[in-house]
């Protein structure tokens, strides 16, 4: 079975630009969940999808968004990008999104703004 | 802020060497579950111990639980060049699937 996939693995934007990152999760994986890793603040959870609809949101701006398919591939956006939001971007999948069900990770995308 | 904490933060041992980390937490929990992160990697799910119970064994890693503290130890016995990499642990949020995450420990295990 493949494991979560994201995409793409680097990149490289500038101040005020927006980007889109894309977490594709384990077949039949219906909760996608999206962390924010920095060196200073750890893992920090941004949000949550499970079938189509945001379940759990974090304590980011506005300009931190995402979305979620019929086929639970997820995409997450931020707008007008600042520094501080170069870090390792972690998508995770579970089966139904139980607290219980261990949470699998893909590889991320490490974003760095300029 | 919710997170956790480990303790150390960074540890390095000799091969063959038992390693220990802890975490501390804030909330009531419904479990707390460990994971590794090797470098450049995203993190892999290792352990998972109810609120219910007090230690808890897979291999060579055992996990210990006390909820009157709010705090959590991993064991790593015998440990191994390819156990190199950082540890975390992570509750759940109560109500939701929102796990929050420890700091970190990060193991050197040298050969």
């Known amino acids: 079975k493949a494991g979560v996939t994201q995409t793409p693995r680097y990149l490289i934007k500038t101040r005020g630009q927006q980007v889109t990152l894309s977490c594709s999760p384990i077949?039949?994986?219906?909760?996608v969940s999206w962390y924010q890793q920095t060196p200073g603040q750890g893992l920090q959870f941004l949000f949550e999808?499970?079938?189509?609809?945001?379940?759990n949101k974090g304590n980011f701006p506005g300009r931190f968004s995402g979305r979620q398919f019929s086929n639970s591939r997820s995409e997450m956006n931020v707008s007008t990008l600042e520094l501080g939001d170069s870090a390792l971007y972690l998508c995770?999948?579970?089966?139904?999104?139980?607290?219980?069900?261990?949470?699998?990770f893909g590889d991320g995308t490490r974003l760095s703004i300029l | 802020s919710q997170q956790g904490e480990e303790d150390p933060q960074a540890l390095s041992i000799q091969e063959g060497e038992n390693a220990t980390m802890n975490c501390s937490y804030k909330?009531?929990?419904?479990?707390l579950q460990w994971y590794r992160q090797n470098s450049g990697r995203g993190l892999v799910h290792l352990i998972l111990?109810?609120?219910?119970?007090r230690e808890k064994h897979s291999g060579r890693l055992r996990v210990t639980l006390d909820t009157s503290k709010k705090s959590s130890s991993l064991l790593i016995t015998a440990s191994r060049a390819a156990d190199t990499a950082s540890y975390f642990c992570?509750?759940?949020?109560?109500?939701?699937?929102?796990?929050?995450f420890g700091t970190g420990t990060s193991l050197t295990v040298i050969p």
């Open positions: 995770a999948s579970s089966l139904e999104g139980d607290r219980e069900q261990p949470q699998h």
């Open positions: 077949s039949g994986h219906r909760s």
């Open positions: 999808y499970f079938s189509e609809t945001q379940r």
């Open positions: 909330t009531s929990i419904n479990n």
């Open positions: 111990i109810r609120s219910n119970e």
């Open positions: 992570a509750n759940p949020h109560f109500t939701g699937n929102q796990f929050y």
